[in-house]
């Protein structure tokens, strides 16, 4: 099977050591990635690279011409409804029709005309989520985007984030600090150190992942031991 | 604020701390009346002073007289046709400070060289006093009405200038990623992006503009106008009308207000999706 993501020897650096310090990064079509890292770590780095906001040498760099993002922010265009937002990036005849089905999907058809200033932080980013899929993107890149919610909302994101990618299935890549996050969602988790992939664990857990499944726990404790912390109870 | 500091927590009565909310509305017509006092005794005190002719109609009329001074001007179309002149006036310098100033400030807004180019002169051109302009642009100009709308369209650019050009840089950078990552291309970014962001700033700069070009007129107006109110203020100080002085910086004064209230309608539509406006 062909990959839709191939990248070899990524390199970037701001004048200074090197960010990403020779990536090399497949992913298959429909999968479900997630990247861990520190602050700092050069995952975001990554992402940006693979959204074209930023560019970088490589020995081989090939992605899909559909992609989309959410951000951490929900970068919603304040002068423009919740509709018109979603509408903007799509080329087509039916761009509102196919707004309204995606807002529809996250569950914001009561919101179509509202103005993004007046949602609350959830139904904010559930909007910048619909503006994302409505462009029936091959990579769904992710960059953070449950950072800002309060913990309930999260936990409800991820919900609505696995349905849509199971109803939708573009590949993710799911850049977090979150490490059930991770484990709650992604068939395989990369962990980033310093530019570097240090470790990367397939997850084969059927879901819905339960936290206290001990199976989950397992991959938390290893990825947590990874990333430099030392859970209390392990 | 007089309200509030009375109610001290030994001695307030149950239910009685803070301001009643019920009558909010009377409060504030309570508010508007006490703040109504003074400009009203003001204005009895000269009504005084002008009938008993401690103040002489040479140095200034009393308000009867300049209200039915008001009243003669307006029957006679005298003060309407100079109104309209000056208007007119008003809105030819103001429409080509707003096609000027919006032209630059896009160019040296958007790209770097233009901001380059552009920049700079403005900056010294703003520094300089304008209104002390008005000679050359009677050498330049004559005595017609160009100086005269010159001198507006000069004064307002810049604050249409320097309001948008600020707008447009203070853009959030993560919109316009947003933006890129959407496929927009440099005309939709500045479309979608860059002008809607913009906007509030340059509303703020049209209001500025506005009410520098009503100065510019006022000014510009006192030089060899043969019509408008300039003109009849002009007449009247030769022969010593100060109730018609007076008339014609009243009617400066609501004109001012009247196009810095159109604004802000504007402002009000176009700025709707501002929380602060929705609330």
């Keep these: 099977m062909s990959n839709l993501v191939d990248i070899r020897k990524l390199q970037r650096s701001f004048g200074g050591p090197a960010v990403l310090d020779g990536i090399d990064l497949t992913m298959a079509p429909g999968e479900f990635v997630a990247l861990l890292g520190r602050s700092g770590s050069g995952k975001s780095t990554l992402l940006r690279v693979l959204a074209d906001l930023d560019t970088a040498p490589a020995q081989e760099l090939q992605l899909p011409a559909r992609r989309s993002v959410v951000f951490q922010e929900p970068r919603l265009l304040p002068w423009k409804s919740v509709i018109e937002n979603v509408a903007l990036g799509v080329r087509h005849p039916d761009a509102r029709l196919l707004a309204k089905q995606a807002l529809a999907d996250v569950g914001l058809s009561h919101r179509l005309d509202a103005w993004p200033l007046t949602l609350s932080g959830g139904e904010a980013q559930r909007t910048a989520l619909a503006r994302a899929l409505v462009r029936e993107p091959q990579l769904l890149l992710l960059d953070e985007p449950f950072a800002a919610l309060d913990a309930l909302t999260r936990l409800r994101m991820h919900d609505l984030v696995f349905e849509l990618w199971r109803k939708h299935h573009p590949a993710v890549l799911l850049v977090t600090h979150d490490v059930w996050e991770a ?3 992604a068939d395989r988790i990369l962990v980033l150190d310093q530019g570097r992939f240090i470790r990367e664990i397939r997850v084969d857990i059927v879901h819905p992942r339960r936290r206290d499944d001990p199976r989950t ?3 938390e404790a290893e990825l947590l031991k990874e990333l430099g912390v030392e859970p209390l109870h392990a | 604020m007089a309200d509030t500091s009375t109610v001290s927590h030994g001695t307030a ?8 909310p019920a009558k909010p509305g009377s409060r504030q017509l309570a508010n508007t009346a006490r703040r109504l006092a003074s400009p009203l005794a003001i204005i009895a005190l000269w009504q005084i002073a002008s009938m008993t002719e401690l103040l002489s ?6 308000p009867g007289d300049i209200i039915s001074t008001a009243g003669r001007l307006v029957a006679s179309g005298e003060l309407i046709n100079g109104l309209i002149v000056s208007f007119l006036r008003v809105l030819a310098g103001f429409s080509i400070a707003l096609i000027l100033g919006i032209a630059l400030a896009l160019v040296s807004g958007l790209s770097r060289l233009g901001e380059t180019i552009i920049d700079p002169p403005i900056q010294m051109l703003k520094a300089m006093p304008f209104l002390g302009l008005l000679p050359l642009f009677i050498l330049w100009f004559g005595i017609g009405e160009a100086p005269k709308i010159g001198l507006v369209a000069f004064g307002a650019v810049f604050p249409i200038y320097l309001t948008l050009h600020g707008g447009i840089r203070g853009i959030d950078k993560k919109l316009i990623e947003a933006g890129q990552t959407l496929e927009l291309g440099t005309f939709g970014i500045i479309r979608h992006i860059i002008i809607p962001g ?6 703020v700069g049209v209001r500025y503009g506005l009410s520098v070009a009503w100065l510019s007129l006022v000014v510009g107006e006192q030089i060899n106008a043969s019509s408008g109110i300039g003109y009849i203020i002009t007449y009247a100080r030769d022969f010593l009308q100060t109730d018609v002085i007076v008339v014609c910086l009243l009617v400066y004064a609501i004109m001012g207000l009247l196009t810095d ?5 504007i402002e009000a539509y176009a700025l709707r999706w501002r929380p602060e406006v929705i609330a």
């Design chain 2, 261 to 265: 209230g159109l604004v802000r309608a």
């Design chain 1, 217 to 219: 726990s397992l991959v």
């Design chain 2, 198 to 203: 913009a906007l509030p700033s340059l509303l």
């Design chain 2, 13 to 20: 009565p149950e239910g009685a701390v803070g301001p009643v």
């Design chain 2, 57 to 62: 109609p040479r140095i200034l009329a009393g």
């Design chain 1, 183 to 185: 484990v709650a969602l």
